[in-house]
């Protein structure tokens, strides 16, 4: 974050920050996102910007907003109503600036400013992609998980273009340009701080669908990410793998007795039928805890 000095027209210059982009480099980052309306709200002196906004045509002012966007960010012609209320004159605009390659057409509706480089225009981040269907005005509706998130914690170095999406409530897939958009049910609540704990506990369900990896490396990985957390998340991820299938309460189970932390595992423990067996093939490679979990 920055401050600068943008001119506006009529010589009117006027101090702002300059909007934030989700980055995502970890499991424990945030996500965060920023609307038009935050921006104009926010960042800048409204009333003053209106006062400049009304001096101009709809492609101006669309123009004009466009270019303090930030690269990869993804809005469709609803962002631009509240302040020209000239729907068709607004897509219209939109329409003519995609055919003039300043901006992309993610897909009906919903375009980005690309990012250009000597390769070709950049797509925009994931979460961009599907921000719609993460929060809506603070309210969180779900979080990205799956291909989506493997790389980010080190399990694979594959990237996919299948974006999957944590959620209570889950619906059919569908395709958003070149993506995939897929839905995984969460039984628990979802919020902003347990999100990461989701994520993990989502890659461990689906320890043997992780692309270009074996069951036995990821093990290693997954000793390594939870021995990373404090006490407290550790404690938070077994109260949330509860609500986890069997294999899943199991193979979290046997990594953190693994990091000697069977303090932390009773409950898993007692929630599993002892008859059942788990076939994780490679998990006992890297845990010497297998046994007592039933993993075979």
Not at 138 to 156: D, E, P, R, W
Request: glycine share 4%.
């Amino acid at each position: 974050m920055y401050h600068s000095n943008q001119v506006y027209p009529d010589n009117l210059t006027i101090n702002h920050k300059q909007p934030a982009f989700y980055k995502a480099s970890s499991a424990s980052d945030k996500i965060s996102f920023f609307n038009l309306s935050s921006f104009f709200t926010n960042k800048l002196d409204k009333s003053l910007l209106l006062y400049n906004i009304h001096q101009m045509k709809v492609s101006e002012y669309i123009a004009f907003t466009i270019d303090r966007l930030p690269k990869g960010y993804i809005f469709t012609y609803v962002d631009f109503i509240t302040e020209v209320n000239k729907k068709e004159a607004v897509i219209k605009a939109l329409n003519r600036m995609v055919e003039s390659g300043k901006i992309s057409k993610l897909a009906k509706g919903k375009y980005y400013k690309p990012e250009k480089t000597p390769f070709g225009n950049l797509q925009p981040n994931q979460s961009q992609v599907v921000k719609d269907l993460l929060e809506d005005n603070g309210k969180i509706l779900g979080y990205l998980t799956g291909y989506s998130i493997y790389n980010q914690l080190g399990l694979t170095t594959q990237l996919s273009n299948t974006i999957q999406i944590g959620k209570n409530e889950i619906r059919p897939n569908f395709k958003r340009e070149r993506y995939t958009i897929s839905f995984i049910k969460q039984k628990n609540t979802i919020t902003k701080e347990n999100i990461p704990l989701l994520q993990i506990l989502d890659a461990v369900r689906y320890i043997k669908k992780i692309p270009d990896s074996t069951v036995q490396s990821s093990c290693k990985r997954f000793l390594a990410i939870l021995e990373s957390l404090t006490v407290k998340d550790k404690a938070s991820l077994v109260r949330l793998a509860l609500k986890y299938p069997p294999a899943t309460k199991a193979l979290v189970g046997a990594l953190l007795d693994q990091l000697q932390r069977e303090d932390l595992t009773e409950s898993l423990f007692k929630s599993l039928n002892q008859i059942s067996k788990y076939n994780l093939s490679g998990a006992e490679k890297t845990l010497s805890t297998t046994k007592k979990w039933n993993i075979i």
